[in-house]
């Protein structure tokens, strides 16, 4: 049996770092160059470095395991962290055994420095597990195929995609087995253009078959990453990802689409043909949409609007609708029931009348005010019979009121004429039945009846209307009189022709010359191509003054004539009234 001190010479040439400890103190008897160079320290101070060792942080737990150590000649590997002088630690695989030697029970032990193994293994550990996190984050599964032993290496999220129970091989005819017979010619062409170096890696939709039947969709992805000297491939690794999701999620994107764009088509159809005039402006009040409702209103085109600014069409409308436009941009308001009247090109000098709407136009992301949209409604019509409607009511009241007048005006005429009551009351009853006459002839004109009005004729009516004015058994050459031709009156022509003759008529009773005795009244027409003329002037009444301002009966004559396309020109002369009307021929028979 060798001596301790021949032992030492030995441990000397051993390339391992070596110790010789006593039992069962653990004290260092021996230890050679690379043992101290492990620790290190120099040699002759391995003993201390081998007690600090002991001593350390993980001391304890070493020294407990040497302890451990049976005394059956089995050598015992573990690992264990040595922490050395300066707070260094190192990883050390240790193999220890107990031997005897000289009679001593000694712990013959060597050492490998596994620190650099023990990081790589750690490092690889890492980049596995964010391999792992990375794979399941993208929801792939993860496979390694061997072409020598013919066998895939597949991971977790691979079995799961299929409904597998977790395993960690699988044989490559049972995979292919898999794969539907649709797609297993594919794949025989990926492999042979793998195998004769024609590509290296490869990406493909495969369909492979569920535990409960179905096939799914799989985005296989794979990469030879070692061939052999000849090119041969030896090794290959990839992905497999499930489509079904993106599949469905694909199908329902699509359909989504072709809902959008029905619906899209149905608003713009809604837009372009509604009977509301609608468009839409940038903050610089440009067009940048319009349909086919505004602008026909405009009298453009919608091609010429685009890009113009909204007055350069409409600028009849500018002073009242831009600073209502600019407050929609810079509040963000939306503005409705806002009435406007002007001339647009459709119709030049011819007044219309809208009703509209402003609205803010946003960026979906910022909600900035990005422009305006409007929603416009022509009420030309709807106004012009209110405005109608306004007038009848007040020619109602008016006509009621002048009823009134003309009664006490016929009471008081028939008074001074009647040499007796009885006389009286005969004029008056007559003068009121020549009233209702005048009524009965203009009635069926006013009211657009299909009965026989043939008889309607412009002289007729004035006579009509006149009628009840006259002194009793009074003539033509009397105080009324009336020289014309037969002119025929159509149903849309007799009534503002019988309102006007009929204010001027009560007017000269109340206030001009069928006020006094001997007053005159001359009504004269004529055809003065392409209109019609008629003159009434008045002679022997009051002294004429010009009024201050428009009375309604002023009015009423002046529109009724402009309700014909004429006009009403009147003259205050001190000897007398004049009022001429100008009405288009064409305009009396309609």
């Not at 910022?366 to 305006?372: M, N």
């Not at 001359?522 to 009444?541: K, M, Q, Y």
């Not at 004049?578 to 009405?583: A, F, G, K, S, Y």
Request: proline share 6%; charged share 25%.
């Amino acid at each position: 049996m060798p001596s301790l001190t021949a032992l030492a010479d030995t441990l000397g040439l051993v390339p391992v770092p070596t110790l010789l400890l006593e039992r069962p103190g653990l004290r260092l008897l021996l230890g050679n160059g690379e043992a101290a160079a492990l620790l290190g320290c120099p040699p002759e101070h391995l003993a201390a470095a081998w007690a600090a060792v002991l001593g350390g942080a993980e001391g304890g737990a070493l020294a407990q395991r040497l302890a451990g150590i049976a005394g059956d000649g089995r050598t015992e590997v573990f690992d264990a962290p040595f922490v050395l002088a300066g707070a260094r630690t190192r990883a050390v695989l240790v193999h220890a055994r107990e031997i005897t030697l000289e009679g001593r029970r000694l712990l013959s032990v060597g050492l490998t420095d596994i620190t650099r193994q023990q990081r790589a293994e750690a490092r690889l550990a890492r980049v596995q597990r964010r391999l792992d996190a990375a794979l399941a984050g993208a929801e792939l599964g993860a496979w390694h195929r061997n072409l020598r032993t013919e066998l895939i290496e597949v991971s977790a999220r691979w079995c799961a995609m299929l409904g597998l129970p977790p395993m960690h091989t699988l044989p490559v005819p049972a995979w292919r087995k898999l794969v539907h017979p649709a797609d297993r010619a594919v794949l025989q062409d990926h492999a042979e253009a793998i195998l004769t170096g024609e590509i290296d890696r490869y990406e493909l939709v495969l369909r492979l078959q569920h535990v409960d039947g179905r096939y799914i969709p799989v985005l296989s992805r794979g990469v030879v990453i070692e061939r052999d000297p000849a090119g041969r491939p030896l090794v290959m690794t990839g992905t497999h990802h499930d489509l079904t999701v993106l599949h469905a999620s694909e199908a329902a994107r699509v359909e989504s689409e072709r809902e959008a764009r029905r619906r899209l088509a149905e608003l713009e159809t809604l837009y372009h043909f509604a009977p509301l005039g609608l468009a839409q402006f940038d903050r610089s009040l440009r067009f940048v949409r319009i349909n086919e409702a505004l602008a026909e209103i405009n009298g453009f085109p919608v091609e010429a609007h685009i890009g113009r600014v909204v007055w350069d069409l409409v600028p009849d409308l500018q002073a009242a609708a831009e600073p209502l436009m600019r407050r929609v941009l810079d509040r963000g308001e939306t503005i409705t029931g806002i009435e406007f009247i002007g001339e647009t090109a459709k119709a030049p000098g011819v007044k219309r009348d809208w009703v509209e709407q402003f609205y803010p136009l946003r960026d979906p992301e910022t909600q900035e005010v990005i422009g305006l949209g409007i929603v416009c409604e022509e009420v030309t019509e709807r106004k012009r019979a209110e405005r109608t409607r306004e007038l009848l009511l007040r020619e109602l009241d008016h006509r009621v009121k002048n009823l009134f007048a003309v009664m006490g005006g016929l009471v008081a005429f028939s008074a001074r004429e009647a040499a007796s009551p009885q006389a009286m009351c005969e004029a008056l009853l007559g003068r009121i039945e020549a009233l209702a006459q005048a009524h009965d002839l203009v009635r069926p004109a006013i009211a657009g009846a299909a009965g026989d009005i043939r008889s309607t004729t412009l002289a007729a009516l004035v006579h009509a209307l006149l009628a009840p004015f006259r002194a009793a058994g009074e003539q033509a050459a009397g105080r009324l009189r009336l020289e014309g031709p037969e002119i025929p009156l159509g149903p849309a022509a007799a009534p503002p022709i019988a309102l006007a003759l009929h204010e001027l008529a009560t007017n000269a009773a109340k206030y001009g010359a069928l006020s006094r005795t001997g007053g005159l009244v001359l009504i004269e027409w004529g055809i003065e191509a392409p209109s019609l003329g008629l003159r009434w002037s008045e002679r022997g009444g009051p002294a004429v003054v010009q009024p201050a301002r428009r009375g309604f009966g002023h009015r009423l004559v002046a529109q009724s004539a402009a309700q014909l396309g004429g006009t009403a020109e009147f003259r205050w002369a001190p000897e007398g009234l004049t009022v001429e009307l100008r009405l288009p021929l064409q305009r009396l028979t309609g």
